[in-house]
């Protein structure tokens, strides 16, 4: 068929393609299977422009058509031509003019039409004038690279292109260099790449760049010392995630100041590190850069956020050593189930938190840090062993509540005579422990079984008394005994078990006004009497009395002497 050219047959046109959309498609797929008729039709301008000017789905459905045949670049060459007012013979002129390809990359519509294009597209990834184009103008960069088919094909620009187009704008003869390897390996003009945003724009656009510059030290350190140049690296996920699976870029990372910096206050970076097993190891084993991830919100944040991160952090004594010892850090931490949870679980995790003052006091009073630890055993174990630790838990109303709502935790204290004396000795303590649902005949048989355990701690005696009758129990303090010149007041511990039944009760008590009472529920098999502040000597006379009930006889196997000064 003969292809009109005149200006006159727009009409013709716009009826003959888009007058009825299906036939349209269907007229146009007869034009491109032809050459000579395809060739004629890109000639003329009214019938690419109802195609390109357009945006609309028949459009859409017509450029595929062109597409499909070939004649994609062409038709986007022609079509520029009549937007730019040009007369280039071909697309491979225009994609190897840097004035034409610098006018398409200011140009929206000239850069969008070039991107649809998937031939167009590849053809400019073989150039290295377009690439160094479209790299030089963020706007055009972001159209190709929001668009995942253009992107695609403009990554996987070849490692020659890539070579001269980063070396073109880093102002370096792009004749020198045959492939990225060679400029990656070029100190010198790695400090000049570095040093261009355009060129950066390459190395991050283009995969054989990415993967080239993050396997060679000379090329991550120009990268990693180069404060603009980190940081616009950190902020690209893509690069990010490059960077985190080499070791080679990471120990770039590690052990320069300007990249760590730059990482560790990129949501994007820490992202990239976290989800990488061996990147997150490199990290946690490293002082320095675990002192920076622990002193940026942003990175712990991440951390925490990630299941990876936060196994090879709670693995690493230095990791949870640079955590442990900051404020904010610890909060974090402290605040987030998941994560405690992950602490709780490491034994090495808990050994840096409680032996760091800061982070004992961030984890006590954090009800989500002591729940979590509160409900493992061998946390519980650790704390309940640590002087320090159980004195700060015994003396914190918001941990001894976590302690006394599981059954793990009192187990713990109750089988520790360090921790059960530490928590019976002090009234926030106490008062938790004796309200606990868990303060019952297991926890007393434990209890009393450690208090038999340590004489150190606990003193221990049984005492018989026939019905109605009343006798004198001196408790003492194995180590420090008191008397009436030396500790005229103080307070006793009691654990009691019943050995024998009995129909009465017994009361327990203190001699003197302040009296503390104590009474045992009668016909009881155990009884736990509840820890509490009892008052002796107030007279100078360090004894209490025992009264069994009316009618009975009964045997108590008995265990006091924690004895402390008022």
């Known amino acids: 068929m003969a292809i009109p050219r005149n200006n006159k047959d727009v009409t013709f046109w716009a009826g003959y393609l888009k007058g009825n959309w299906v036939k349209g498609v269907t007229n146009l797929e007869y034009i491109m299977q032809s050459p000579e008729t395809a060739r004629a039709f890109l000639d003329n301008r009214h019938g690419l422009q109802l195609i390109y000017g357009i945006n609309d789905r028949n459009s859409a459905q017509l450029r595929e058509v062109i597409e499909r045949h070939g004649w994609g670049a062409e038709a986007v060459a022609m079509y520029l031509n009549t937007l730019m007012n040009w007369d280039y013979k071909d697309w491979a002129t225009i ?43 963020p706007q055009a960069l972001a159209v190709v690279q929001t668009n995942v088919a253009a992107n695609a094909i403009f990554s996987a620009m070849p490692s020659e292109v890539a070579a001269k187009a980063v070396a073109k704008l880093a102002g370096l003869d792009p004749n020198n260099f045959t492939d990225v390897s060679s400029v990656v390996s070029n100190s010198v003009a790695m400090d000049a790449i570095a040093a261009s945003s355009a060129a950066m724009a390459v190395i991050i656009a283009s995969s054989a760049a990415r993967t080239a510059v993050v396997a060679s030290s000379v090329g991550m ?43 560790v206050v990129s949501s994007v970076a820490m992202t990239a590190i976290a989800a990488n097993a061996t990147a997150m190891t490199a990290v946690a084993v490293d002082a320095t850069m675990m002192s920076a991830v622990a002193a940026s919100s942003t990175a712990m944040s991440v951390v925490i956020g990630t299941a990876t991160a936060r196994s090879a952090v709670v693995a690493s ?5 640079a955590i442990a010892g900051n404020a904010t850090a610890m909060t974090a931490v402290a605040a987030n189930a998941t994560m405690m949870a992950a602490v709780a679980a490491s034994s090495t995790a808990m050994s840096a938190v409680i032996g760091a003052a800061t982070a004992r006091n961030a984890v006590i009073i954090s009800s989500v840090a002591m729940t979590a630890i509160a409900a493992n055993a061998t946390a519980m174990t650790a704390v309940a062993t640590n002087a320090t630790m159980i004195a700060a838990v015994a003396a914190n109303a918001t941990a001894m509540t976590a302690v006394a709502a599981n059954a793990t935790a009192m187990t713990a204290i109750a089988s520790n005579a360090v921790a059960l004396n530490t928590v019976a000795k002090n009234a926030i303590g106490r008062q938790h422990w004796n309200r606990s649902q868990f303060n019952d005949a297991t926890r007393l048989a434990q209890a009393l079984a450690t208090c038999r355990g340590n004489a150190s701690l606990f003193t221990m005696t049984t005492i018989s008394r026939s019905a109605g009758g009343q006798g004198t129990w001196i408790f003492t303090d194995r180590t420090n005994p008191p008397s009436a010149t030396a500790r005229p007041d103080g307070d006793t511990i009691f654990f009691v078990r019943q050995i024998h039944r009995w129909t009465g009760n017994i009361t327990i008590a203190g001699r003197g006004t302040a009296d503390t009472v104590m009474t045992i529920t009668a016909g009881a098999t155990n009884a736990f009497v509840p820890v509490q502040r009892v008052v002796l000597g107030t007279l100078g006379i360090n004894n209490g009395h025992v009264n069994n009930g009316w009618n009975t006889n009964a045997l108590l196997d008995t265990h006091g002497g924690c004895f402390f000064a008022n």
């Open 95 to 137: 994609i190897w003019n840097p004035e034409a390809m610098e006018a398409i990359a200011e140009n929206r519509v000239a850069r969008e039409t070039m991107r649809d294009s998937s031939t167009a597209m590849r053809a400019v990834a073989e150039s290295w004038v377009a690439v160094a184009a479209i790299c030089d103008n």
């Open 317 to 321: 004594s230095v990791a949870m050593t």
């Open 221 to 263: 350190v120009a990268i990693a010392t180069n404060a603009t140049a980190i940081a616009t690296v950190a902020a690209n996920a893509t690069m990010m995630s490059v960077v985190a699976a080499s070791s080679t870029a990471m120990s770039a990372v590690i052990t320069t100041a300007t990249a760590r910096s730059a990482v």
